[in-house]
């Protein structure tokens, strides 16, 4: 009676960690730190409140799926100055969709690309594993088949595309690419995602490159992203829907919004999805998200936060676990060994809850993963309460 799809999708990570934590109780009298979850803690730019507040009577109109005017134009004004575009590139009218959350967006971009096949092979969906759990959800649920593609140490914490099979290419409909990357932190260079958009259109696959947290950068320039590799490119958003969000960027992951920006006919594709289907963010949110993204002061201080929180970390922890500091990102993938027996121990003995590694993650077809020896860190509390968590990290393990 029920879709079974879904039966493929029973072991999100956080059922996961949930079954494996919440049984046992940590055995010592310090306060819990939680570690586990990218929810960052501190507080969105004041005027979101605000805005909210100043409209909080305002619920007896539908807001739009597509957003209000002021919301699009904020939107495709931001991405312009952040990836210096050309003025008049992006159309906000057509080439911009705010999203309830990234994480509507990518679920939907499945559907979108990817064609069901009536008999023979799945169309593929390519991944990098370890990967946000939304891109197998949205393949699945898609019809299509994931195919993960490493991205260990190894790679670089990137998906080596050099040894993607031809034969695979071919069946792919749809690429997640996460840059910078949930969990590694590894940024793809302007290069690499040329390459890869180079070849989303030589074989026709939607390229979605998910830069959720593409402002929470520490090289001397920001992290490029998929609009840069569009705009060295000729031939437009051809072949690519690009993601961005204020979950991250201005510590507000409650507003629930976020940006997919792709070439006009993607963008009418999704739209008319989510015509049928989704649930567009209140109004007032809506114009809070717009002052988010006019807004840089906030965006700096946020970096300037977490930049001191990673000198930090380098103080505690570097030459242990495989410390290296990350080139975007808030979180650290430390190589404990055993990441689920470490994950257990750091819970039950210092207090410290984190992710295992492999709870991100699918084992390649030869059963290996290197991912079971990670655990990931997120470094979402204040400077003092994750300083004194990783000092109790360094001691136990
Ligand atoms: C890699 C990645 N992509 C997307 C998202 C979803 O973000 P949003 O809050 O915009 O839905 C997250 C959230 O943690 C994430 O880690």
Redesign the pocket.
């Known amino acids: 009676m029920l879709n079974a799809r879904l039966a493929e999708l029973t072991d999100h990570t956080f059922r996961r960690l949930a079954a494996l934590l919440d049984p046992v109780q940590p055995r010592i009298n310090l306060p819990p730190v939680n570690l586990s979850v990218?929810t960052p803690s501190h507080k969105p730019p004041p005027f979101v409140a605000e805005i909210v507040a100043r409209k909080r009577d305002d619920w007896n109109e539908y807001p739009a799926y597509f957003g209000t005017s002021e919301l699009r134009k904020a939107c495709a004004d931001w991405v312009t100055r952040r990836y210096k575009l050309p003025a008049g590139m992006i159309d906000p009218d057509k080439m911009i969709v705010p999203v309830a959350?990234?994480?509507?967006g990518?679920y939907m971009a499945a559907t979108v690309a990817v064609t069901p096949s009536l008999g023979g092979p799945k169309p593929l969906a390519l991944m990098p594993n370890p990967f946000?759990q939304?891109y197998i959800g949205a393949s699945v649920m898609a019809g299509a088949e994931p195919a993960f593609l490493p991205a260990t140490k190894a790679t670089g914490f990137l998906p080596d595309l050099d040894v993607v099979p031809e034969a695979t290419w071919k069946r792919t409909q749809i690429f997640y690419m996460?840059s910078p990357?949930?969990p590694q932190g590894s940024v793809a260079s302007l290069d690499y995602l040329k390459k890869l958009l180079g070849l989303a259109r030589k074989h026709d696959f939607l390229l979605v490159t998910?830069e959720?947290?593409s402002e929470l950068y520490y090289t001397p320039e920001p992290a490029p992203g998929g609009l840069d590799a569009a705009k060295a490119l000729s031939g437009g958003l051809d072949n690519i829907l690009v993601?961005h969000?204020?979950?991250?960027r201005s510590s507000s992951?409650g507003l629930?919004?976020?940006i997919a920006t792709g070439s006009p006919k993607t963008i009418a594709m999704l739209n008319r999805l989510r015509a049928y289907s989704c649930a567009a963010s209140p109004l007032a949110v809506m114009e809070a998200a717009t002052e988010c993204w006019k807004d840089e002061t906030h965006v700096e201080e946020m970096r300037a936060h977490y930049r001191r929180i990673y000198a930090m970390s380098e103080r505690v922890l570097k030459g242990r676990f495989g410390y290296y500091r990350p080139d975007g990102g808030f979180y650290l993938w430390l190589d404990v060994g055993n990441g689920e027996e470490a994950a257990k121990r750091l819970w039950t003995e210092a207090a410290v809850r984190v992710l295992p590694g492999s709870y991100m993650t699918r084992d390649n077809p030869d059963g290996s993963n290197d991912s079971h020896r990670y655990i990931r860190v997120a470094m979402v509390g204040d400077l003092e309460s994750t300083e004194a968590a990783l000092t109790r990290m360094a001691k136990l393990l």
Not at 245 to 248: A, F, V
């Open positions: 990218g959350g990234t994480r509507e990518l946000y939304v996460c990357a949930n998910d959720c947290y993601m969000s204020l979950s991250k992951p629930r919004m976020g």
